[in-house]
Protein backbone atom coordinates (compact mmCIF):
# COMPACT_ATOMS: atom_id res chain seq x y z
CA UNK A 1 0.00 0.00 0.00
CA UNK A 2 2.76 2.40 0.33
CA UNK A 3 3.68 2.45 -3.20
CA UNK A 4 0.39 2.76 -4.51
CA UNK A 5 0.30 5.85 -2.37
CA UNK A 6 3.52 6.94 -3.75
CA UNK A 7 2.39 6.54 -7.27
CA UNK A 8 -0.86 8.38 -6.49
CA UNK A 9 1.22 10.96 -5.20
CA UNK A 10 3.14 11.12 -8.21
CA UNK A 11 0.19 10.99 -10.50
CA UNK A 12 -1.05 13.53 -8.24
CA UNK A 13 2.01 15.70 -9.18
CA UNK A 14 2.59 14.86 -12.59
CA UNK A 15 -0.76 15.82 -13.98
CA UNK A 16 -1.01 19.66 -14.18
CA UNK A 17 2.28 19.58 -15.93
CA UNK A 18 0.87 17.69 -18.81
CA UNK A 19 -1.40 20.39 -20.03
CA UNK A 20 1.30 22.85 -20.48
CA UNK A 21 3.78 20.00 -22.11
CA UNK A 22 1.05 19.48 -24.98
CA UNK A 23 0.38 23.03 -25.37
CA UNK A 24 4.33 23.25 -26.54
CA UNK A 25 4.55 23.17 -30.35
CA UNK A 26 1.62 21.12 -31.26
CA UNK A 27 0.54 21.84 -34.71
CA UNK A 28 -3.77 21.41 -35.47
CA UNK A 29 -3.24 19.65 -39.05
CA UNK A 30 -1.20 16.48 -39.36
CA UNK A 31 -0.85 15.01 -43.26
CA UNK A 32 -4.17 16.85 -44.45
CA UNK A 33 -6.06 15.42 -41.24
CA UNK A 34 -7.61 18.01 -38.73
CA UNK A 35 -6.33 16.98 -35.46
CA UNK A 36 -9.75 16.38 -33.29
CA UNK A 37 -9.94 16.10 -29.52
CA UNK A 38 -12.04 13.47 -27.23
CA UNK A 39 -12.53 14.72 -24.00
CA UNK A 40 -13.65 12.92 -20.72
CA UNK A 41 -13.79 11.20 -17.22
CA UNK A 42 -12.27 8.28 -16.37
CA UNK A 43 -12.24 5.99 -13.09
CA UNK A 44 -9.09 3.92 -12.80
CA UNK A 45 -8.34 0.79 -10.01
CA UNK A 46 -4.35 0.42 -9.64
CA UNK A 47 -3.18 -3.20 -8.28
CA UNK A 48 -0.40 -3.55 -7.15
CA UNK A 49 1.35 -6.74 -8.26
CA UNK A 50 4.63 -6.91 -7.03
CA UNK A 51 7.29 -4.86 -5.22
CA UNK A 52 11.23 -5.11 -4.38
CA UNK A 53 12.49 -3.07 -1.54
CA UNK A 54 16.09 -1.80 -0.22
CA UNK A 55 16.45 -0.87 3.26
CA UNK A 56 12.04 -0.32 4.07
CA UNK A 57 11.88 1.90 0.75
CA UNK A 58 10.53 0.83 -2.28
CA UNK A 59 12.40 0.74 -5.46
CA UNK A 60 10.27 -1.02 -8.08
CA UNK A 61 6.51 -2.21 -8.23
CA UNK A 62 4.34 -3.52 -10.94
CA UNK A 63 0.68 -2.64 -10.78
CA UNK A 64 -2.21 -3.45 -13.14
CA UNK A 65 -4.15 -0.98 -14.43
CA UNK A 66 -8.41 -1.15 -14.86
CA UNK A 67 -10.01 1.89 -16.49
CA UNK A 68 -13.49 2.84 -17.26
CA UNK A 69 -13.78 5.91 -19.84
CA UNK A 70 -16.56 8.19 -20.34
CA UNK A 71 -17.41 11.15 -22.41
CA UNK A 72 -16.01 11.58 -26.35
CA UNK A 73 -14.02 8.64 -25.67
CA UNK A 74 -16.31 5.40 -24.45
CA UNK A 75 -15.06 2.26 -23.17
CA UNK A 76 -12.36 0.34 -21.40
CA UNK A 77 -8.74 -0.14 -20.17
CA UNK A 78 -6.95 -2.61 -18.93
CA UNK A 79 -2.75 -2.71 -18.30
CA UNK A 80 0.51 -2.67 -16.60
CA UNK A 81 2.86 -0.24 -15.03
CA UNK A 82 6.21 -0.77 -13.74
CA UNK A 83 7.32 1.94 -11.22
CA UNK A 84 10.81 3.18 -9.80
CA UNK A 85 11.22 5.03 -6.83
CA UNK A 86 14.61 6.66 -5.65
CA UNK A 87 15.69 7.56 -2.52
CA UNK A 88 15.66 11.26 -3.03
CA UNK A 89 12.24 12.63 -2.24
CA UNK A 90 10.27 13.75 -5.20
CA UNK A 91 12.16 11.73 -7.62
CA UNK A 92 10.57 8.73 -9.46
CA UNK A 93 9.74 7.26 -12.85
CA UNK A 94 7.09 5.12 -14.21
CA UNK A 95 6.22 3.30 -17.87
CA UNK A 96 2.58 1.81 -18.65
CA UNK A 97 1.14 0.32 -21.63
CA UNK A 98 -2.55 -0.16 -21.96
CA UNK A 99 -5.42 -1.54 -24.33
CA UNK A 100 -8.37 0.75 -24.49
CA UNK A 101 -11.38 -0.97 -26.41
CA UNK A 102 -14.66 0.94 -26.73
CA UNK A 103 -15.97 4.11 -29.42
CA UNK A 104 -13.52 7.06 -30.60
CA UNK A 105 -16.00 9.75 -32.34
CA UNK A 106 -18.63 7.22 -32.92
CA UNK A 107 -15.91 4.70 -34.01
CA UNK A 108 -15.35 1.12 -32.57
CA UNK A 109 -12.06 -0.19 -32.10
CA UNK A 110 -9.12 -0.79 -29.84
CA UNK A 111 -6.15 0.92 -29.92
CA UNK A 112 -3.04 1.31 -27.09
CA UNK A 113 -1.51 3.78 -25.43
CA UNK A 114 1.58 3.79 -23.97
CA UNK A 115 3.04 5.94 -20.70
CA UNK A 116 6.08 7.76 -20.04
CA UNK A 117 6.59 9.41 -16.43
CA UNK A 118 9.45 10.92 -14.39
CA UNK A 119 9.93 13.04 -11.79
CA UNK A 120 12.90 14.87 -10.71
CA UNK A 121 12.65 16.61 -7.24
CA UNK A 122 9.13 17.07 -7.59
CA UNK A 123 9.21 18.22 -11.01
CA UNK A 124 6.98 15.80 -13.15
CA UNK A 125 6.89 15.38 -16.85
CA UNK A 126 4.57 12.62 -18.11
CA UNK A 127 4.07 11.74 -22.40
CA UNK A 128 1.04 9.66 -23.23
CA UNK A 129 1.09 8.44 -26.78
CA UNK A 130 -1.08 6.21 -29.13
CA UNK A 131 1.46 3.31 -29.83
CA UNK A 132 1.86 3.39 -33.56
CA UNK A 133 -0.39 1.37 -35.82
CA UNK A 134 -1.76 -0.40 -32.85
CA UNK A 135 -5.58 0.91 -34.00
CA UNK A 136 -7.96 -2.14 -35.32
CA UNK A 137 -11.54 -1.90 -36.25
CA UNK A 138 -12.71 1.60 -37.18
CA UNK A 139 -9.45 2.97 -35.39
CA UNK A 140 -7.06 1.42 -37.18
CA UNK A 141 -4.78 4.25 -38.81
CA UNK A 142 -5.46 6.24 -35.25
CA UNK A 143 -2.84 8.60 -33.90
CA UNK A 144 -2.46 11.19 -31.06
CA UNK A 145 -1.22 11.92 -27.55
CA UNK A 146 -3.57 11.91 -24.11
CA UNK A 147 -3.09 14.29 -21.03
CA UNK A 148 -4.50 13.38 -17.67
CA UNK A 149 -5.52 15.52 -15.17
CA UNK A 150 -6.45 15.11 -11.78
CA UNK A 151 -9.12 17.87 -9.96
CA UNK A 152 -8.50 18.83 -6.15
CA UNK A 153 -11.68 16.22 -5.71
CA UNK A 154 -10.03 13.07 -7.26
CA UNK A 155 -12.32 13.28 -10.44
CA UNK A 156 -9.82 12.45 -13.39
CA UNK A 157 -9.97 13.58 -16.71
CA UNK A 158 -8.30 13.01 -20.14
CA UNK A 159 -8.13 15.06 -23.52
CA UNK A 160 -6.98 12.65 -26.17
CA UNK A 161 -5.68 15.02 -29.55
CA UNK A 162 -6.12 13.02 -32.43
CA UNK A 163 -6.20 12.04 -35.92
CA UNK A 164 -7.63 9.80 -37.74
CA UNK A 165 -7.88 8.40 -41.26
CA UNK A 166 -11.44 9.25 -43.29
CA UNK A 167 -13.81 6.75 -43.10
CA UNK A 168 -13.76 4.72 -46.44
Partial sequence: ??????????????APVV???KA???????EGSAMMHARGTFEVK????SADEIAGVTTLGRMSLDKKLAGDLEGTGKGE???????VQGSAGYVAVERISGTLGGRKGTFALQHSGTMTRGVPHL?????????????????????????????HS?????????EK
Fill in 19 to 21: AMT
Fill in 127 to 155: VITVVPDSGTGELTGLTGTMTIDIAADGT
Fill in 158 to 166: YDLEYTLPA
Fill in 24 to 30: EGMTTEK
Fill in 46 to 49: VLPQ
Fill in 1 to 14: MKLAGTLLAFLLLT
Fill in 81 to 87: MLTAMSP
